[in-house]
């Protein structure tokens, strides 16, 4: 595949995927598989290309963002509590993956690990969706008692592992502790914007030289493509995906995880 090409297919994938529950890099690693890519050489550019995806969600609320940040400069208590709540369930993901990031990093080279992660984890969306009773139907991400946001942020470090999601960990850890549909998916959100940046910039840190070999392979006119797609899809799924988890729920999507995942299953076996 031509490299811009593969560039708009992955761009392509990392914006529709980033913020459903179905695994952005589960996805990611089956694509550039698909692709033909080499993943050692495209490394580079999905770690830049999901924060494309990222100032999507900065980009859709950046009022709240900046309603949010001004609150916190003239200390009003509605801006301190959604700081305090975005950075309280971004701590132990950022604390976890730290200590324990060279095990997590070794996973994603084994694309194996992808296919039972979307089929267990589609099972557990459907056993939460069935059982979970939202209590808080009035309650915005600001008014989230600190319980319910610090277990919201330990079902984060579930994403750790290539193919669980990190959207879906969060959004049903957070309608397993009773919180609303729209309330857990703009929470999960607002938490993909510190959590992917500080892993993005652990990633780059941690493997620059190797990433550097891989973007002079590839080439950052390919990576500034996979970038723009991502944001411009982000964008639009972000706008579209809280409007339908509020009629729907999030039932289809398990579903597309157990399909997907047993046809990724069967393409690794027997391809």
């Given amino acids: 595949m031509n490299d811009y090409l593969t560039a708009i297919f992955l761009g392509i994938v990392e914006g529709l995927t980033e913020f459903i529950p179905v695994s952005s890099t589960g996805h990611l690693i089956l ?5 033909g890519a080499d993943p050692d050489e495209w490394a580079m550019f999905n770690v830049v290309i999901q924060l494309g995806a990222i100032l999507a969600v900065v980009y859709q609320y950046w009022g709240t963002f900046w309603s949010a940040g001004m609150g916190v400069l003239r200390r009003e ?28 990093e070794a996973m994603l080279g084994n694309p194996g690990i992808v296919p039972w992660a979307l089929i267990i984890g589609g099972f557990a969306i459907i056993a939460i969706e069935r059982t979970a009773k939202p209590r808080d139907e009035g309650r915005g991400v600001a008014e989230l008692p600190l319980g319910k946001v610090l277990a919201v942020g330990f079902a984060q470090c579930l994403a750790m592992v290539p193919g669980v999601s990190r959207s879906g ?7 397993a502790m009773g919180i609303n549909r729209k309330t857990a998916a703009e929470f999960s959100f607002f938490l993909a914007v510190p959590t992917m940046i500080g892993a993005s ?11 550097m070999v891989g973007a002079t392979r590839v080439g950052w006119d390919e990576i500034a493509v996979g970038f723009v797609v991502s944001f411009i899809v982000a964008l639009v799924v972000i706008r579209a995906f809280v409007a339908y988890v509020s009629r729907s729920g999030f039932t289809p ?12 299953l069967a393409w690794l076996t027997f391809a």
Wanted: no cysteine; aromatic share 16%; proline share 2%.
């Fill in 31 to 35: 694509a550039t598989e698909l692709s």
């Fill in 77 to 104: 208590r509605e801006g301190l509590m959604f700081a305090r709540n975005i950075l309280l369930g971004f701590l132990p993901s950022a604390v976890i993956g730290f200590a324990l990031y060279e095990s997590f």
């Fill in 169 to 175: 960990a969060t959004i049903m850890g957070a309608l």
């Fill in 201 to 211: 910039t652990l990633e780059i840190f941690t493997k620059y030289d190797e990433l």
């Fill in 253 to 264: 999507f398990a579903w597309y995880r157990i399909i997907a995942g047993s046809a990724a």
